[in-house]
């Protein structure tokens, strides 16, 4: 696989979709490429959707059927990241109380040295509850 920087350049204007796509369609006037464009991967952000839509409408103008809706790819690992995030922010985490510590230190005198390195490996602050 190969791929090469066609551009990059400062934005004067606001990063909206409709001001993104023109720009991206001035690129790919400007080497000869708008009929050979096949995808475009994107994180999630709302203006990226505004981008292809208004990207099919400028290609279409040019007699390039183009569409979107099936050559738009949301970017996997993007998703992935914000499941996960959203997940985590479902999880309340906590330290141990003072009690609780106190409780745990003691218990210690009566637990096997190996049933204290295990508790060590799988120790991640006290999970309160899941949502």
């Known amino acids: 696989m190969h791929e090469d920087l066609l551009d990059f350049c400062h934005l004067d ?9 023109r720009i991206l369609y001035d690129i790919l006037k400007d080497f000869n ?12 952000a709302g203006n990226n959707g505004t981008l292809v839509g208004e990207l099919e409408r400028l290609l ?4 390039i059927s183009w569409d979107s809706s099936k050559h ?3 970017c996997l690992a993007h998703i992935l990241n914000l499941t996960v995030k ?6 309340k985490i906590a330290a141990p109380s ?3 510590q106190f409780m745990d230190d003691s218990d210690d005198e009566n637990v096997s040295d190996e049933a204290k390195a295990e508790r060590e490996v799988f120790n991640i602050d006290a999970v309160n509850e899941f949502h």
């Open 98 to 100: 003072a009690e609780q």
């Open 72 to 74: 738009h790819i949301r």
């Open 60 to 63: 279409k103008n040019d007699g």
């Open 33 to 44: 490429i708008q009929t050979r464009l096949y995808c475009i991967t994107t994180d999630n």
């Open 13 to 21: 204007c606001q990063h909206t979709g409709k001001n993104l796509a």
């Open 86 to 91: 959203a997940f985590l922010n479902k999880l």
